[in-house]
């Protein structure tokens, strides 16, 4: 198997949609970041960062997948470690979160990287298991990959990002051949101790209670941590059909929104570009992720289908729970949305996970 062999219909077989779909959501990003940019150079970086990103999925689309997906123990080892500093002396506190490490010249964010590298790993223990239906070793063994990262990204108080572990695990452990018995019984469970956990979570205290509560029982939560919901609640309202205008908007330039440029960036995109611009990124979104299940089950390969597969989950769940912490459907969980929030580390994390989708793609008739 050639490390670098690509099809010679490179061009030809790139899936240039796909790129381009992440292409236009990270440049409404980018204009949404420079509207209400707390300090100058936000947007600059943000575009420096789209630009280098672009850079790793093209230069992963050169070596081969399986290759990569070879090599997955090494890339979740060097993961835990990182995420080991994170929680030593190296690791930086940002807004309660202990999730960045300290590098001087800048800040990196190790969780981001290291839930593409789980996918990895997981893709790698996975299409090794031959069996069908999986074994409860398998999925016990799946489980002990999976819950290293989440508890350390836990322990880092980033519940958000520990739970977008959790998609990938359920994603491809179903795609693996999970028993349709266990998958029902195991969403009856997830049901059953949601709707037991309601009177404890109406009576908790505490800042993650106090989250829960500020979306589903916004009369018994404390009025501060209502806040952030009610002006982004306003944001989405105020934009109406069409919005008010790019560089328009008030609840964000003006900062009635905490980490308006972040996790709620596209409180932002509905104040200033209204109804119709925000189903227009949501469809983008939508059709982004269509086409990463339409590569996967392209993929000549079962090491194909998964690795496409989990990083759509991931970007399924990130969309999902921003989009609905902005929509007060879902709690704040801190979670960005992908290409288009401020952040360095999350969109070269984004950008190497589909160049491993164009990966997929470009070898799906390769011998």
Request: charged share 15%; glycine share 10%.
């Amino acid at each position: 198997m050639a490390i670098f062999g690509v099809n010679r219909r490179f061009f030809s077989d790139f899936d240039w949609l796909l790129l381009a779909l992440a292409l236009i959501v990270s440049c409404f990003g980018v204009l949404e970041i420079s509207s209400v940019q707390p300090s100058p150079g936000h947007w600059e970086k943000q575009l420096t960062m789209i630009g280098i990103g672009i850079g790793i999925a093209i230069i992963t689309t050169f070596i081969d997948y399986r290759t990569i997906v070879q090599a997955a123990p090494f890339f979740y080892g060097f993961g835990i470690i990182l995420l080991g500093l994170v929680l030593g002396p190296l690791g930086k506190e940002v807004n309660g979160n202990r999730s960045w490490l300290d590098l001087r010249f800048f800040g990196l964010q190790p969780s981001e990287f290291v839930k593409i590298f789980t996918i990895l790993m997981l893709t790698w223990y996975l299409s090794q298991v031959r069996r069908r239906p999986l074994e409860i070793r398998a999925i016990v063994n799946a489980g002990l990959l999976w819950i290293v990262p989440t508890v350390m990204v836990f322990l880092q108080n980033d519940t958000g990002s520990a739970l977008s572990f959790t998609s990938i695990l359920v994603a491809l452990v179903f795609l693996s051949g999970l028993r349709w018995s266990w998958t029902a019984a195991g969403l009856a469970a997830v049901v059953l101790l949601g709707v037991l956990a309601v009177p404890f979570i109406k009576e908790a205290k505490g800042y993650k209670a106090e989250r829960i509560k500020a979306v589903y029982w916004p009369e018994l939560a404390d009025k501060r941590f209502r806040y952030q919901n009610d002006q982004a609640e306003i944001a989405v309202g105020s934009g109406g059909t069409v919005g008010k205008g790019f560089y328009r908007g008030t609840q964000g330039s003006l900062g009635f929104i905490p980490e308006v440029h972040t996790d709620f960036i596209f409180a932002v995109a509905s104040e200033e570009t209204g109804f119709v611009g925000s189903l227009s990124a949501l469809t983008i979104y939508v059709l982004l992720i269509m086409r990463l299940l339409q590569i996967a089950h392209q993929a000549r390969d079962r090491t194909g289908l998964l690795l496409v597969a989990g990083l759509a989950a991931l970007l399924l769940y990130h969309v999902t729970v921003s989009i609905g912490m902005v929509l007060r459907l879902l709690p704040i969980m801190g979670i960005p949305l992908p290409l288009m929030s401020y952040g360095g580390t999350s969109v070269l994390a984004t950008f190497f996970g589909l160049g491993l989708a164009l990966n997929v793609r470009l070898r799906r008739f390769v011998n």
